[in-house]
């Protein structure tokens, strides 16, 4: 394969994978506590194919290459829910979950809820954490009200509080599906306010996610059509080649 081939595929891979991050974005529009995602790319210099009629090091080619993908933290707007088990956080603060192996995850998405046996719960069923551990109710509990620092209270009195982190650099943080993320050694939050009765909507703007897949789609007909180009001269030159030493 020609060089030229060989630098338009690494930028056709390249936009196959930002599309693929933009229709996330787009699939999320409406979840709550999701944070858009964004692909950072960079220059890749190495010396000629092998195969090229260049000797080697006599030239070098500039490839693309996606570095990582990086998150915009920037909080979504709170819509008030009335639920009183729906909360938002107002601030840099992260809920703090339970997995299944006993470790820690964190998430902005604070649609939680009762399960079966009266454990808060996130949406997909893990344990919610508080200062204390996992938090259950009865029937005897009543009201459930949560203040603004996330202390927890019933009629029967305060039950605990919250479990609430912050992270000094949440890029280093890893998502594991399900908007949550992992993060380690994360520090005690500090003034944050937590509101009852609210999510978190998510940070995506549509219009923009929209225009980014559009450009993305031209550009990538655009590099398709490169890769024809360039197969259709080399055949031709074959072709030409062949028939000239018949």
């Known amino acids: 394969m020609e060089n030229a081939q060989l630098i338009n595929l690494s930028r056709q891979i390249t936009l196959r994978r930002q599309m693929d991050v933009v229709a996330n974005n787009i699939a999320n529009l409406n979840t709550s506590g999701f944070k858009a995602k964004r692909m950072i790319f960079q220059e890749y210099v190495m010396p000629v194919a092998e195969a090229s009629a260049f000797p080697r090091g006599d030239l070098r080619l500039s490839y693309v290459q996606d570095a990582r993908t990086i998150t915009n933290f920037l909080a979504g707007s709170i819509q008030l829910t009335g639920n009183p088990l729906d909360v938002a956080v107002d601030g840099e603060g992260w809920f703090a979950v339970q997995m299944e192996d006993g470790t820690e995850a964190f998430t902005r998405n604070g649609a ?61 943080a890893i998502a594991i599906g399900n908007n949550l993320v ?36 031209r550009k990538y007909e655009s590099v398709t059509k490169m890769l024809k180009d360039t197969d259709d001269l080399s055949r031709q030159a074959i072709e030409r080649l062949g028939s000239t030493q018949a």
Not at 188 to 217: F, K, Y
């Open 112 to 172: 939680f809820h009762l399960s079966n046996t009266g454990q808060l719960v996130t949406s997909e069923g893990r344990p919610v954490l508080t200062e204390g551990g996992p938090i259950s109710f009865t029937r005897e509990d009543g009201k459930i009200s949560i203040s603004d620092d996330g202390t927890i209270s019933t009629e029967l009195g305060t039950r605990g509080r919250l479990r609430l982190v912050a992270m000094n650099n949440p890029q280093n």
């Open 182 to 217: 992992t993060y380690e050694n994360p520090d005690p939050v500090g003034r944050v306010r937590v509101i009852q009765g609210g999510l978190e909507g998510s940070n995506v703007q549509g219009v923009v996610e929209i225009a980014d897949m559009i450009e993305i789609t």
